[in-house]
């Protein structure tokens, strides 16, 4: 089971994007999930978390300008994000938290240059 992220793009700074990641059931129904992204030449990191009842987390590179939430009747969880920066560029994907080697699928590119 791969998890795939859509909605990126070419964007420009200060602009906004909207991710969307569909889940099957048995995976969005009883996890926490979550927002990853990796940067050329850097680590995969978390940016942002959604628990069941709808907590939210977020990293502090992101916090105040991404918001992420999850629609439980499509077992889809979103990525807002709001005053896009250059260093915002990366390949975002989705996955539970904590994640599932199994459940990478192949992200969704994200482009933040004038």
């Known amino acids: 089971v791969q998890l795939q992220a859509s909605g990126g793009g070419l964007v420009q700074p200060g602009g906004s994007l909207r991710l969307s990641c569909a889940a099957s059931?048995?995976?969005?129904?009883?996890?926490?999930m979550g927002w990853y992204r990796q940067a050329p030449g850097k680590q995969r990191e978390l940016v942002a978390r959604i628990s069941l009842s709808g907590v939210t987390n977020y990293a502090g590179s992101v916090r105040g300008r991404f918001t992420i939430s999850r629609d439980n009747a499509k077992n889809t969880v979103y990525l807002q994000m709001n005053s896009l920066k250059p260093e915002d560029t990366a390949v975002y994907y989705c996955?539970?938290?904590?994640?599932?080697?199994?459940?990478w699928g192949q992200g969704t590119q994200v482009t933040v240059s004038s």
């Open positions: 059931g048995s995976i969005f129904s009883t996890n926490v």
């Open positions: 996955n539970r938290v904590p994640y599932v080697y199994e459940y």
